[in-house]
C-alpha cells in the first residue's frame, strides 16, 4: 500500500489543523492505520491510530485534543488537531499495520511521507 499524507502547514497556538493521508490499492481495510511525528533532534513517536474496524488509540500527550478517524470509501485516514500546542511542531507520517486491529501501531510496514505542522507561540 501507498500513503501520500498531506495539511500540514503553520498555524499559531490553539488553533487547529487536519492532516489527510491518502492510501493506495484495494486492501485499505487490511490494515490499521495512524500518525506519528518527529520534532527536531527528538525519535519519531506515536500520535494516534485506528482499527480496521474504527477503533482509537492516542499517545496521552494529544488525547482530548486530536481526533483519527478513516473513511474506507475514500481510503483516507485523518487526523483532526486541534487546541495546538508548540510542543506539536513535527513533520507528521501516516503509517500502515499490517494486523488490522492492533490500532497502537507497533509493527507499522508502510510510511507515508512526511507533511510539516509547525506551531507557533
Known amino acids: 500500500v501507498q500513503l501520500q499524507a498531506s495539511g500540514g502547514g503553520l498555524v499559531q497556538a490553539g488553533g487547529s489543523l487536519r492532516l489527510s493521508c491518502a492510501a493506495s490499492?484495494?486492501?485499505?481495510?487490511?490494515?490499521?492505520m495512524g500518525w506519528f511525528r518527529q520534532a527536531p533532534g527528538k525519535e519519531r513517536e506515536f500520535v494516534a491510530g485506528?482499527?480496521?474496524?474504527?477503533?482509537?488509540y492516542y499517545a496521552d500527550s494529544v488525547k482530548g485534543r486530536f481526533t483519527i478517524s478513516r473513511v474506507s470509501a475514500q481510503n483516507t485516514v485523518y487526523l483532526q488537531m486541534n487546541s495546538l500546542k508548540p510542543e506539536d511542531t513535527a513533520v507528521y507520517y501516516c503509517a500502515a499495520d499490517p494486523l488490522p486491529t492492533r490500532y497502537t501501531l507497533d509493527f507499522p510496514a508502510y510510511w507515508g511521507q512526511g507533511t510539516q505542522v509547525t506551531v507557533s507561540s
Open positions: 485506528v482499527s480496521w474496524s474504527g477503533s482509537t
Open positions: 490499492g484495494r486492501t485499505f481495510g487490511r490494515y490499521a
